[in-house]
């Protein structure tokens, strides 16, 4: 997988062509999308229009949370299928389970139902995301594979070190979503500013060169093709330990999105 991607969240079915093709041209290679988003159509388009060929392409997606159901296998391979439709590929790189809703306890049968996806080659891996530690312990203790990825919100404000280390201890990448704290405050936290000028770089290539320091995988999403391409411009420099121990006391453990521990839609 590769540790930076694209992410089209927020983006309409009828502009994720135009923009996963701006992404591709700057040299991205993943893109991640889901079911809710509403735009695996478009950005199925876009990949295929390409024509680079499938196995350089990483494509993600996520099965939604239904506010009626819980889910059964029979459902969980009927949503499957119809993401696979609407992208009009014959398999995805990665599918994850887009939020754990363990009040609604059926989150070891989707996870039963992915192990069978898997195995059948329509996903090449799968994954979760928004699990905390105690969902991916139960996860880990009833069922056999592993998953992949835990796709979280992470960002220099909520730096998730348990996550991390959790993860870290069982062989689980560590995905950001929302790397870029959404583009709100963090961008213009003068610390950030800072480590640009000394670096020569913008405050958002600050932020996804610290994500990759780290390890962890990292998906900005960015509409405007001039940010699409700055994002991935991030290969040529390098933090020191002081700038990471500067971004490290940023933390505040402050969520922009929902709190996997209650969030049920
Ligand atoms: P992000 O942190 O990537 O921020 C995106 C916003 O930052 C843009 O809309 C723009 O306003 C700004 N921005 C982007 N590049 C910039 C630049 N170079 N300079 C200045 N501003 C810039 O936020 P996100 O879209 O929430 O997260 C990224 C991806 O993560 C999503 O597109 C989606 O694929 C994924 N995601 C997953 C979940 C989940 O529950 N699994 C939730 C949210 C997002």
Redesign the pocket.
Known sequence: MPQLGF?????PDDEAFTAVNHALSAGYRSI???AI?GNEEGTGKALTASGIPRDELFLTT?LWNSASETWTRDSVLREFDLSLDKLGLDYIDLY?I??PRAMRDDYLTIWRTFEEIAKSGRAKAIGV??FLPEHLERLLGETSVVPAVN???L?PQLQQAESRAFHARHGIATEA???????KGL?SDPKIAELAAKHGK????VVLRWHLQLGNVV??????AS?IK??IDVFDFELDDEDLSVIAALDEGKR??PDPATFDV
Do not use: C
């Not at 979503?177 to 583009?183: A, E, K, R, V, Y």
């Open positions: 992410g089209v969240w927020q983006i991640d999308t889901a988003y996520k994850l887009h939020w995301s928004n796709q979280i919100e960002h979503w929302s790397p870029l704290g959404q583009g961008l913008t405050p958002a290539q998906i900005p999403k960015s509409a405007t940010r700055e994002n922009l999105g």
